[in-house]
């Protein structure tokens, strides 16, 4: 049976024993993008949070969680040009399912390859789930995410592979860390 084309972000898969803590960003009222569950982080220079995008000059810090609008309310995602908090799991000893995108057939050689993220649409606006999948044309060439391997239920050998990945550089407390 075929993959299903069923993107959901980032979605937390296996943190190696580190207790995954989540930590917490202010989003700007100005953001211009909404924020859903599992979309990649970005830290901006002010200090705040918006969801990431393709390329090597972002500064990914994790994968948003959770949502609160500036009253404190939870929301199940923040729309663009909403001020609030963002809730994400850092990129630290964690890894994450995502979908491969298109129609590009993806083996098994693609572990240990480098890919990008795409955001192919803005996150469903009742679940508030991201639908960010990895670039399945930017594998070998991408400098986000290493592929590690492939979810269980999830076949090489087709297109829309569910793949393990870890953030190849990110943000942390201590600074830039690459992998």
């Given at each position: 049976m075929a993959n299903p084309n069923f993107p959901r972000g980032f979605q937390l898969y296996s943190n190696d024993g580190v207790r995954c803590v989540l930590n917490s960003l202010p989003v700007d009222g100005a953001n211009p993008t909404s924020i859903g569950i599992g979309d990649d982080i970005i830290l901006l220079t002010d200090g705040t949070a918006a969801r990431g995008n393709a390329g090597a000059s972002v500064e990914q810090i994790g994968v948003a969680q959770g949502f609160t609008d500036s009253t404190g309310s939870f929301l199940s995602s923040i729309p663009a040009n909403t001020a609030g908090t963002v809730f994400y799991a850092s990129f630290f000893g964690n890894k994450f399912l995502v979908q491969t995108s298109g129609a590009t057939v993806v083996n098994s050689d693609a572990v240990g390859k480098l890919a990008d993220l795409v955001v192919t649409a803005d996150a469903n606006p009742i679940t508030g789930v991201s639908q960010m999948e990895l670039d399945s044309a930017s594998i070998g060439t991408g400098t986000q995410f290493r592929i590690l391997g492939k979810d269980?239920?999830?076949?090489?050998?087709?297109?829309?592979?569910?793949?393990?990945v870890a953030a190849s550089t990110y943000v942390d407390n201590v600074g830039t860390i690459s992998i």
């Amino acid at each position: 049976m075929a993959n299903p084309n069923f993107p959901r972000g980032f979605q937390l898969y296996s943190n190696d024993g580190v207790r995954c803590v989540l930590n917490s960003l202010p989003v700007d009222g100005a953001n211009p993008t909404s924020i859903g569950i599992g979309d990649d982080i970005i830290l901006l220079t002010d200090g705040t949070a918006a969801r990431g995008n393709a390329g090597a000059s972002v500064e990914q810090i994790g994968v948003a969680q959770g949502f609160t609008d500036s009253t404190g309310s939870f929301l199940s995602s923040i729309p663009a040009n909403t001020a609030g908090t963002v809730f994400y799991a850092s990129f630290f000893g964690n890894k994450f399912l995502v979908q491969t995108s298109g129609a590009t057939v993806v083996n098994s050689d693609a572990v240990g390859k480098l890919a990008d993220l795409v955001v192919t649409a803005d996150a469903n606006p009742i679940t508030g789930v991201s639908q960010m999948e990895l670039d399945s044309a930017s594998i070998g060439t991408g400098t986000q995410f290493r592929i590690l391997g492939k979810d269980p239920l999830s076949n090489w050998g087709e297109a829309n592979v569910r793949v393990v990945v870890a953030a190849s550089t990110y943000v942390d407390n201590v600074g830039t860390i690459s992998i």
